[in-house]
């Protein structure tokens, strides 16, 4: 093997490396220092303003570091992202997404270039998969951290009804259920309370919450409360019916889901053999895989064959897909 692909793949393979570390090391302890007594003069100033800016930026996470500016100019709607990365329950910022995608995306370029893809085909698979795996890896963390939410969030209602029914004020029946009840959904009540103890209103401070979240379940507890308060009547009665409509819900979900696992598994399965193969045949004789990008006859049958999969994988998603 000649010695030139070795010290680029070993090169790229240590700049990955660095890379990685830098983005998952988290702040150094000078600057960590810095920003603690930064936060410590505003925490005890006499300016109520700056008390108050300082304690809403404690709450929302709204420090920006320079490798989040930087990543937020390359990288396609990064408010978008950085919703997404905070719906992970995560402490991850759009700087270390960034250095992932492009560490991600230099390791399989140069691999698969020493392999003997070609150039530009090597550049576009790493950065299909330098892009792709990170999206993946956020949007898996983000339907974890939803099904959490969701599975334990009737008995936060339930618990807030049992606090109503007593006589406690509803704000005093969050706190309570902010430290009874388990991450995400304590957590997520958590931040309401504080919101509101700096001087929010209920209302702004669920609605950002459930904007944050992204989740239906939510969005039903902040319009009945809502609903609640303009019109009045008997709160605890109809958070009691909304948490009994949320766990029905829920069972409505694992019986789609039970049902269609069959379909999915099938699909996944089907979906992957090709690929698998394709790589199989790839690492046992490379040169005979090489045709399919030389060869215009087997570049048209293979892409063919992706557009028909593809066809196939949206239909089969259509029909396994069930809105509740």
Request: glycine letters at 8%; charged letters at 20%; hydrophobic letters at 50%.
């Amino acid at each position: 093997m000649p010695l030139m692909p070795i010290v680029m793949l070993a090169l790229g393979t240590m700049t990955v490396i660095g890379m990685l570390l830098f983005a998952f090391a988290g702040p150094s302890a000078a600057r960590a220092s810095s920003r603690r007594l930064v936060a410590l003069r505003e925490r005890h100033s006499t300016s109520p303003a700056m008390a108050v800016e300082a304690q809403m930026r404690r709450i929302t996470g709204k420090n920006t570091s320079k490798a989040d500016e930087a990543a937020m100019r390359f990288l396609p709607r990064p408010a978008e992202l950085k919703k997404r990365l905070v719906r992970t329950g995560k402490s991850w910022t759009v700087g270390q997404y960034g250095l992932a995608t492009l560490g991600i995306t230099l390791f399989i370029a140069l691999t698969l270039m020493v392999k003997g893809l070609p150039t530009l085909l090597a550049l576009l698979t790493g950065l299909a998969i330098g892009a792709g795996l990170p999206h993946l890896v956020v949007g898996f963390l983000i339907k974890r951290r939803i099904a959490q939410f969701n599975a334990k969030f009737p008995d936060a209602i339930e618990l807030l009804v049992r606090g109503l029914r007593s006589g406690l004020p509803i704000t005093e029946t969050m706190a309570v259920v902010a430290s009874e009840v388990p991450d995400p959904v304590g957590e997520e009540f958590r931040i309401v309370s504080d919101k509101m103890k700096i001087g929010r209103s209920m209302d702004v401070a669920l609605q950002e919450t459930a904007e944050r979240i992204g989740t239906p379940e939510f969005q039903f507890f902040c319009i009945t409360i809502a609903i609640q308060r303009e019109t009045g009547g008997n709160l605890a009665e109809t958070l009691q019916n909304l948490a009994t409509v949320l766990r029905q819900r829920g069972q409505m979900k694992l019986k789609i889901k039970a049902m269609s696992s069959e379909s999915k598994a099938s699909a996944y399965i089907i979906g992957s053999l090709p690929f698998i193969v394709f790589a199989l045949i790839w690492s046992i004789n490379g040169s005979y895989m090489q045709n399919f990008f030389s060869d215009p006859r087997l570049m048209v049958a293979g892409g063919g064959g992706l557009v028909w999969m593809a066809i196939g994988g949206f239909i089969m998603a259509k029909m396994i897909n069930f809105e509740i």
